[in-house]
């Protein structure tokens, strides 16, 4: 009889748990990059009802004896396609995943890909691998609200160990090197270059004909790093978000970071206000405006980049 009110509790809290999401949706197609790296390609765009929160680029790569993902997504429902991705070109189980930074729409897939494979190691650098505790919770909050629901059975799974800038990996015969320059578009951002590939992984350090968010990151120190991946012999580039290509994928990122930075540096040193020097900001950076989010985020990469300035003036 004791036991009752216990029962009665719990067969509550099990009724009232929300039930796991659907499976994502859509035709997706696996994009070979080399001989053994292959790219899923989410929607270049925000997470919402549409995409169900799939919209960065997992990377598969393929070793002698097993498989390593790179940023294996949003949910645990983008893992899973992954995982059926995979089951597509090979039967080897995943030994390892790169997580590259902390944002939770390229490392919340780390929960199916575990479940699938428990051996499977999961890398990230340091400070990625600190915030997951804290910030995992908050991203599966705002995924959901953005998705209404389409995240829901999700839980932040934090990678197993860290990695450092200048490490390598070598799985199965296959090399990973790792690049960390500083703070990038994170302060624990991780390029991965697969060796013997030319592949080079960048995370958010880049994305193609889309403005991301800088909020967490340094427009300067997201510059060096994409400078330090284009000074590798990697030749083909996968950005986080839009389509994978050769090195104009880091070109074309950086050179909009640099110019904003420039543009900005200018008119604050003329002492212009960050509201003001919009309109100027806007002309000059033109050859970007029919890049996704162009008009949303300029006004704030304009402020972030304004207080950067300001700060290295002192």
């Known amino acids: 009889m004791r036991l009752l009110p216990v029962a009665l509790v719990a067969l509550f ?36 009802k549409r995409n169900q929160g799939f919209m960065n680029n997992p990377g598969i790569v393929l070793t002698k004896k097993g498989v390593v993902v790179i940023d294996p997504g949003s949910s645990v429902q983008v893992g ?21 930074h902390i944002h939770g729409d390229h490392w919340l897939g780390n929960q199916a890909i575990k479940a699938a494979f428990p051996k499977a190691v999961i890398y990230a650098h340091p400070k990625m691998k600190a915030k997951t505790a804290t910030d995992g919770e908050s991203w599966l909050t705002l995924l959901n609200n953005l998705t209404e629901g389409a995240v829901v059975g999700t839980r ?25 320059s500083g703070k990038a578009h994170t302060d624990g951002d991780i390029m991965v270059e ?12 880049a994305l193609v004909d889309r403005i991301g968010r800088m909020d967490d990151g340094d427009f300067k120190g997201n510059v060096a790093a994409l400078e330090m991946a284009l000074a ?37 040193d003329q002492g212009v206000s960050d509201f003001d020097m919009k309109p100027k900001v806007a002309e000059a950076l033109a050859r970007f405006r029919a890049w996704k989010d162009f008009e ?12 950067q300035v300001e700060a290295d003036a002192f």
């Open 13 to 48: 809290l099990f009724a009232c748990t929300p039930a796991k999401a659907p499976p994502i949706a859509g035709d997706y197609k696996l994009a070979r990059v080399s001989e053994h790296v292959y790219v899923l390609h989410g929607p270049n765009e925000q997470p919402n």
């Open 80 to 100: 899973e396609l992954v995982l059926k991705k995979i089951a597509e070109v090979t039967k080897n189980p995943v030994v390892a995943v790169f997580n590259t």
């Open 232 to 268: 590798t012999k990697a030749a083909h580039f996968v950005p986080g978000h839009g389509p994978s290509n050769g090195r104009a994928v880091a070109e074309g990122y950086r050179d909009y970071l640099k110019a904003l930075h420039a543009e900005v540096k200018k008119y604050y």
């Open 156 to 180: 932040p799974l934090a990678p197993d160990t860290h990695i450092e800038h200048g490490e390598t990996l070598a799985l199965n015969g296959t090399h990973f090197r790792i690049y960390h």
């Open 194 to 205: 697969v060796v013997e590939e030319k592949v080079m992984f960048l995370g958010d350090n």
């Open 296 to 307: 949303d985020q300029l006004g704030k990469h304009i402020s972030l980049a304004y207080l």
